[in-house]
């Protein structure tokens, strides 16, 4: 194996790895004696589910290398935090799934390995353009494009019927929202509040991207007003209680008609006991004059991080990131790959069914997160503004808009 030539970072700290199962992990874990393959610790949050992944990308190394899962915080919040710390603290992480809202923050750290051109292109190549756009920090890739879907309405067995919506074209949230309310079911919303509010805005614009300061700008002005509408209008139709870890969950619980979310939660562990009732509509629109579905895009990227084997776990994410292993990906997990012609497969095609064209063109018209290592700082606005959703006021948006333009000017938060 060669070296690409940087610093050795420091012995990794306690965490758990996941090889199947939990397992501990202590200093030397990564030193391979002669004829033995190289740990390669893989970063990614529900480690758990890419336990056979990662055998298999071990098992195709021919003995190079042995993929070893760090299990990352759930909430993103807690997760951004946590990465942050252990790159700067120097913990043996070689490979990170990186939400791809972190990418620009975290690769301003200048922690993560540089890419050479050849690699970029070996990374990058037949992947979707949004992707690629996601992992793209000012012209630079700095990361490999791995998952990346939409949002999508999720709706249990005749729930749109008996609410009077049709399903098979997208409808307004107010409409939703009317439709719960009606059938006296929940409309629950995963994700976070700023995914919510940023597609709401953006949404509302008619436009599918906006830069860091276009969104602020646009969350105090008239979009940021429609958006707020649509919030007040949900709390007050006492449908559900906003952007929950749990909304999944209380989907498919008693009473559950309504979801909106990533397209692979339909794989998701909660949504089991509802999966033989569960069907897919259009991510809701902020108005009807809007014509278009605009949801919300996001994704997991493969960093590869400063170290001592890093042309080693540049394999491991050459593997992880190829068509075979994409394919696996979305049958085991519903995500959606980044390689085009594996969104074209019968993988693919299975794990949807019938949904097929509407996960498409929500692909294809989705709103895009802006690129930015300030992004947080947007979130930590909105957070601060928009939560809970039944606080949420007329003078909210701009309220907002306005911490935001604060913390983004040096204010501290």
């Known amino acids: 194996m060669t ?18 199962s939990l397992a501990a992990c202590g200093s030397g874990a990564r030193d391979a004696g002669p004829g033995e393959p190289a740990t390669v610790h893989w970063y990614v949050a529900e480690a758990s589910r890419y336990a056979a992944l990662a055998r ?28 942050l710390q252990r790159l700067r603290t120097g913990d043996d992480l070689d490979v990170v799934g990186l939400d791809t809202a972190l990418v620009a923050e975290v ?34 890739v700095v990361a490999a494009p791995w998952t990346y879907e939409p949002q999508v309405l999720f709706h249990r067995g005749s729930s749109g019927e008996r609410a009077g919506l049709d399903m098979t074209a997208p409808v307004t949230w107010d409409r939703l929202s009317a439709g719960a309310a009606l059938i006296g079911g929940s409309l629950q919303v995963a994700g976070s509040t700023t995914d919510w509010v940023r597609a709401l805005v953006v949404g509302a614009t008619g436009e599918t991207a906006l830069d860091l300061d276009d969104l602020v700008a646009a969350l105090g002005g008239e979009a940021g007003e429609a958006a707020g509408s649509v919030v007040r209008t949900y709390a007050a139709s006492v449908v559900g209680s906003g952007p929950s870890p749990d909304a999944a969950a209380s989907f498919a619980a008693p009473g559950g008609a309504f979801l909106v979310g990533p397209v692979s939660l339909r794989r998701s562990p909660e949504l089991a006991p509802v999966l033989g009732e569960l069907q897919i509509a259009p991510y809701p629109m902020v108005s009807a004059s809007s014509g278009v579905s605009r949801s919300p895009l996001a994704g997991t990227a493969l960093a590869l991080t400063r170290s001592a084997q890093e042309d080693t776990a540049l394999e491991a994410i050459s593997c992880l990131t190829a068509a075979p292993a994409q394919a696996t990906l979305v049958a085991g997990t519903g995500r959606l790959p980044t390689l085009t012609e594996v969104l074209g497969s019968t993988e693919v095609a299975e794990a949807l069914g019938d949904d097929v064209q509407v996960v498409v063109e929500a692909l294809a018209e989705g709103i895009a997160e802006p690129v930015s290592p300030d992004l947080h700082l947007l979130t ?17 948006p701009v309220d907002s808009s306005r911490e935001a333009r604060r913390l983004l000017d040096g204010g501290l938060a």
């Open 56 to 83: 298999t990308c071990s098992d195709d190394s021919g003995g190079d290398y042995r993929l070893e899962l760090v299990e990352a915080p759930l909430d993103p919040s807690e997760r951004r935090v946590d990465l």
């Open 3 to 20: 070296s690409r030539g940087r610093g050795h970072v420091a012995a990794m700290t306690a965490g758990a790895l996941i090889w199947g």
């Open 107 to 140: 690769a301003a750290t200048g922690l993560l390995a540089d890419l050479s051109d050849g690699e970029v292109d070996d990374l990058t190549q037949g992947r979707t353009a949004a992707s690629v756009d996601a992992v793209t920090v000012e012209g630079d």
């Open 380 to 396: 930590a606005a909105i957070e601060a503004t928009w939560e809970p959703v039944t606080d949420v006021r007329p003078d909210t």
